[in-house]
């Protein structure tokens, strides 16, 4: 079985501020770890993924994410945050049944 | 050229109504899946079909009924609609056999049971 925890439901920065998003998961196989972006409204768009491939995983709009082992987590940065960023952001984790489990979500909110 | 698509975009209607939500997907992917969002954002899986088989069906009231009439579409049928059916679904595609099968989402039907 596995899960996935978002701390933080809500996260504000400042426009050029840091983003961090943190996310833990647990898995008894090894993961595949996916980062989704959902803009009101809309469906969810894939922004990042381990595959195991490369513990630091870059993928669009300017984000990365390290993949810690020893800390089972999988926390999502970007360096400059800007105002179109704001939006949910889930973390989830796909175990060996093909089944998503999703974290309850983060929403980011942008401050100009 | 969307890769998945969902009709209808929204949905409003009566509590005891029977309603279809269509999904379609222009990936080739063999693997299809209907989520379930509610008013918290919270995403839950309910069914996935692989190659029109059923192969995850999780406890969902059996007023809801997917069909795969072929590895391209996954319909989802509602019987006898109830207020707590309110929600966001989403419909999703993947390869199986890839190391990842990344699932590529749909923009969403928003359901609106009165």
């Known amino acids: 079985a596995q899960s996935v925890t978002q701390l933080g439901s809500h996260v504000s920065v400042s426009e050029g501020a840091l983003v961090l998003l943190r996310c833990n998961y647990s898995?008894?196989?090894?993961?595949?770890l996916f980062w989704y972006v959902q803009y009101p409204n809309q469906g969810l768009q894939l922004l990042l993924k381990?595959?195991?491939?490369?513990?630091l995983v870059k993928g669009i709009n300017g984000f990365e994410a390290e993949f810690k082992k020893s800390e089972t987590s999988f926390h999502l940065t970007k360096p400059s945050a800007h105002m179109s960023d704001a939006a949910e952001y889930f973390c989830?984790?796909?175990?060996?049944?093909?089944?998503?489990?999703f974290g309850k979500g983060t929403l980011l909110t942008v401050n100009p | 050229d969307t890769a998945v698509s969902q009709t209808p975009k929204y949905l409003v209607t009566q509590m005891g109504n029977d309603k279809s939500i269509k999904c379609e997907q222009n990936?080739?992917?063999?693997?299809m899946y209907w989520y379930k969002q509610d008013s918290k954002k919270f995403l839950k899986i309910m069914f996935s079909?692989?190659?029109?088989?059923?192969?995850i069906n999780e406890t969902v009231p059996n007023r809801f009924s997917p069909k795969s009439p072929d590895k391209a579409h996954l319909n989802l049928h509602i019987n006898s609609l109830e207020l707590g059916d309110s929600a966001v679904y989403f419909c999703?595609?993947?390869?199986?056999?890839?190391?990842?099968?990344?699932?590529?989402f749909g923009p969403g039907t928003r359901l609106l049971v009165l």
């Open positions: 898995s008894s196989v090894p993961p595949y």
């Open positions: 989830a984790v796909r175990g060996s049944n093909y089944k998503l489990t």
């Open positions: 381990y595959t195991s491939a490369a513990t």
């Open positions: 999703a595609s993947s390869q199986s056999g890839t190391a990842q099968e990344t699932q590529y």
């Open positions: 990936l080739g992917h063999d693997t």
């Open positions: 079909y692989n190659n029109k088989e059923l192969i």
